[in-house]
């Protein structure tokens, strides 16, 4: 349970940083100052991190789903 509580947290942290370098980057595209308007950082660092949050809930109920599965097969194998 804590390794899946440390890969949550580094999963979410790594694309919250994906969000704040896409704020960076669309400022500097266009040749505006970086920190031009704070809430774009903001906004895009808080849309990485839940981006990041459910892709990692997802994977987790994906897994969960297979173990079930497994479980299940390993089972109705054991009976017959």
């Not at 942290?13 to 505006?32: D, H, I, K, P, V």
Request: net charge positive; with cysteine; aromatic share 8%.
């Amino acid at each position: 349970a804590t390794n899946s509580l440390t890969m949550a947290w580094s999963t979410v942290a790594y694309f919250a940083a994906g969000g704040l370098f896409t704020g960076f980057y669309s400022n500097a595209l266009r040749r505006l100052p970086l920190l031009r308007k704070p809430q774009l950082h903001l906004t895009c660092t808080a849309v990485g991190a839940v981006i990041g949050y459910a892709l990692h809930a997802q994977e987790d109920r994906r897994a969960h789903t297979l173990d079930n599965l497994l479980a299940a097969k390993e089972s109705s194998s054991e009976h017959h």
